[in-house]
């Protein structure tokens, strides 16, 4: 069964949105080649002064005498930032790799394998999307620290 994000139910898109984010690092030299690190950040910054602002547009409205339509359509714009952001990962997290991406992926998979800490999987079938290539960097980073399966001489660069 394949997971293909526009046929899915904004339910479930949400859902591994939210679980993409857990797994997703959060590293500067990721940030630079995946925009999905951003992401993660300004929902979280969203998640953290919504209450507040939230509060602040009640008061407003209430003190000063604004138009009520205007808190409503406020409150509901700055509610929907964030669930924009969790759907936008979940349709990321079900995107395939790009091509450009299929080498790094196989060969960090393949220290991972020369490491022996995943087994070799014997299924070709095997799905080749956003959520697994974060899955697999997550190992990656907690097995190696900030080594992503560069060259051997270039893993000094990245300490």
């Known amino acids: 069964m394949s997971r293909n994000p526009?046929?899915?139910?904004?339910?479930k898109l949400f859902k591994l949105g939210q679980k993409y984010m857990l797994i997703c690092p959060t590293d500067k030299y990721l940030a630079k080649s995946f925009p999905e690190i951003k992401i993660i950040s300004y929902i979280k910054l969203a998640n953290y002064y919504m209450g507040p602002t939230l509060v602040f547009l009640f008061f407003w409205q209430y003190y000063l005498n604004a138009n009520l339509i205007l808190?409503?359509?406020?409150?509901?714009f700055l509610i929907s930032l964030p669930i924009q952001g969790y759907l936008w990962l979940g349709k990321r997290a079900t995107s395939p790799l790009p091509i450009n991406l299929?080498?790094?992926?196989?060969?960090?998979?393949?220290?991972?394998?020369?490491?022996?800490?995943?087994?070799?999987?014997?299924?070709?079938?095997e799905q080749l999307d956003f959520i697994h290539f974060m899955q697999l960097i997550t190992l990656t980073k907690n097995h190696f620290g900030n080594y992503f399966g560069e060259d051997d001489n270039n893993q000094e660069n990245f300490n």
């Open 71 to 76: 808190m409503i359509i406020s409150a509901v």
């Open 6 to 11: 526009l046929v899915m139910n904004p339910i």
């Open 102 to 125: 299929l080498s790094w992926y196989n060969h960090v998979k393949q220290k991972l394998i020369d490491n022996d800490v995943i087994s070799e999987s014997k299924s070709k079938t």
